[in-house]
């Protein structure tokens, strides 16, 4: 029985795959041997030195996906406090402006007739 | 003076500098370049205490600096030395009792060698760091004992 599976563009072995990885495997364990046993866990040891001074939050370093338009929204504080304010999330509040703007656009366009 | 027995890897420093006024950190620059030239030993300078055998500390410690030294420390992996260079980081030198010093250097940290000077002569820091490389002899010894 043939474990080999040939395509156009090669060969495919999963015992040869296997061999592979476990010779891989070895590879990185020996590299892994040589490295310093001596280290503490859960000290200071593990923890990336960054001049002396503590290692802030994963919060506090995260990059979000709204500071993209960090320096948009920075610029333009003053309009998008107004912004934010009017959206409420009432339908009714929408429901008025859509009303009261309307009656503005209507009396320019009919109101001087 | 003791005998080096074990060359099993090159002696990595990483350079502290508290306050230091820079006489201290300019005769250390002077025992790595070509006159003294100690990176002939394998002996050199490294970016991170993580990668470090010994920390060195110049200057007085302030009191900002304190517990980022602290830190410093704690972050270099077993067996590790310190070895204070100069008088300021021994006693408090021209800074004792000053109100913004936390120091000297062994009320922050445990200190193995002392090499007292304002500036220390290159030969003297040198000879503090053939000490401190035989410390870390013995403490390898005593962690491969530990682990057998």
Aim: net charge neutral; charged share 20%; with cysteine.
């Amino acid at each position: 029985m043939s474990f080999t599976l040939t395509t156009p563009s090669g060969f495919w072995n999963p015992l040869l795959w296997l061999l592979f990885l476990a010779l891989f495997g070895i590879i990185a364990y020996l590299i892994y041997s040589r490295g310093n046993p001596s280290y503490k866990k859960d000290t200071e040891q593990i923890k990336p030195y960054l001049s002396g001074n503590p290692e802030p939050t994963k919060e506090k370093v995260q990059v979000k996906a709204g500071d993209i338009y960090w320096g948009f929204i920075e610029a333009l504080k003053g309009y998008y406090k107004v912004l934010q304010a009017i959206h409420t999330g009432d339908m009714r509040d929408y429901i008025l402006w859509y009303l009261g703007i309307g009656a503005i656009i209507t009396f320019i366009l009919i109101g001087g007739v | 003076m003791g005998k080096l027995t074990n060359f099993k890897r090159s002696l990595w420093v990483f350079h502290a500098s508290g306050g230091s006024c820079n006489a201290c950190d300019i005769e250390i620059v002077a025992v790595l370049t070509p006159r003294y030239d100690a990176e002939r030993f394998g002996i050199k300078l490294v970016g991170s205490p993580r990668h470090a055998d010994v920390l060195l500390v110049t200057g007085a410690i302030p009191r900002d600096f304190a517990d980022k030294l602290r830190r410093i420390y704690e972050q270099m992996p077993d067996p590790k030395a310190v070895v204070v260079i100069g008088n300021c980081g021994t006693t408090g030198g021209v800074f004792y009792d000053s109100y913004n010093i936390a120091g000297p250097i062994d009320e922050i940290i445990p200190v193995d060698v002392y090499v007292p000077g304002c500036p220390p002569r290159p030969e003297a820091i040198i000879d503090g760091i053939v000490k401190a490389w035989l410390k870390i002899e013995r403490l390898e010894k005593e962690l491969e004992g530990k682990e057998k």
